[in-house]
Nanobody, 113 residues
Framework: QVQLVESGGGLVQPGGSLRLSCAAS????????MGWYRQVPGKQRELVAT???????NYADSVKGRFTISRDNAKNTLYLQMNSLKPEDTAVYYC???????WGQGAQVTVSS
């Protein structure tokens, strides 16, 4: 059974940074493409960034140049480094295994002064 567990969310001031982690189990993590998504109440979940098994990345225009997706296959962990955070980045962030379509439980990120 594939499981994903996010951590690292919290409250940060505008302009600050956070790093989200997603620990994966139950699949061969290294061969799976992975992604980060986010959702605010009343809106659809939206794609933030993806990374292939080979490390090729893709970002939503709204986060390009500020967020970095990465993976450590030895640790079965996906990361999202978020810099220069803005209030509009406030959301619940989810990681997803793009091969099995499994979601994590989500991590709240709040950007506010």
């Amino acid at each position: 059974q594939v499981q994903l567990v996010e951590s690292g969310g919290g409250l940060v001031q505008p302009g600050g940074s956070l790093r989200l982690s997603c620990a994966a189990s139950g699949s061969i993590f290294s061969i799976n493409a992975m992604g980060w998504y986010r959702q605010v109440p009343g809106k659809q979940r939206e794609l933030v960034a993806t990374i292939t098994s080979g490390g090729v990345t893709n970002y939503a225009d709204s986060v390009k140049g500020r967020f970095t997706i990465s993976r450590d296959n030895a640790k079965n962990t996906l990361y999202l480094q978020m810099n220069s955070l803005k209030p509009e980045d406030t959301a619940v962030y989810y990681c997803r295994n793009l091969a099995t379509m499994t979601w994590g439980q989500g991590a709240q990120v709040t950007v506010s002064s």
